[in-house]
């Protein structure tokens, strides 16, 4: 894991949050806001509920992990984030909801971005009948070279 910055809650919710909550049709409790401000404030990226946990008891906030793995979820549906299985232990989600891809290191277990259009898949399989393609992601692993 590389060392985040630890964050600390302002408590300052701006306009922007509370927008995102609104349009999302989530109510704007304390513990929404606060979860909304360490997970959209620094920028792109990729959190797990264990770690967004971490970072919300450092930050002050006072929330159980089930409060922090719902709220995750509820964000999820309300298309804010987007849910990466990178393996059956590991729940990443992305607060880059647009297309693109993924590189995960198996060192340190960190997800970093590949834009769209850094990966070309050929030759998908004809759609089963009745479906069309609605997406490929892909998820490009990585180890320290020895
Ligand atoms: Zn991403």
Redesign the pocket.
């Known amino acids: 894991m590389t060392m985040q910055k630890q964050h600390t809650i302002t408590g300052q919710h701006d306009a922007h949050l509370r927008n995102l909550l609104q349009q999302a049709k989530l109510r704007a409790t304390r513990q929404r806001l606060g979860l909304a401000e360490l997970i959209f404030s620094q920028g792109?990226r990729?959190v797990t509920a264990e770690g967004l946990y971490a970072e919300a008891l450092g930050a002050g906030l006072r929330i159980s992990q089930t409060t922090v793995y719902n709220t995750l979820h509820q964000f999820t549906e309300a298309g804010l984030l987007r849910e990466?299985l990178a393996d059956p232990r590991r729940i990443f989600f992305?607060t880059?909801v647009n297309p693109?891809h993924?590189f995960l290191d198996e060192d340190t277990g960190d997800?970093e971005?590949i834009p769209a259009d850094g990966v070309s898949v050929a030759d998908l399989p004809a759609p089963p009948p009745g479906k069309t393609i609605h997406g490929v992601d892909v998820i490009v692993r990585v180890r320290s070279s020895a």
């Open positions: 792109e990729h990466i992305d880059n693109h993924h997800m971005d």
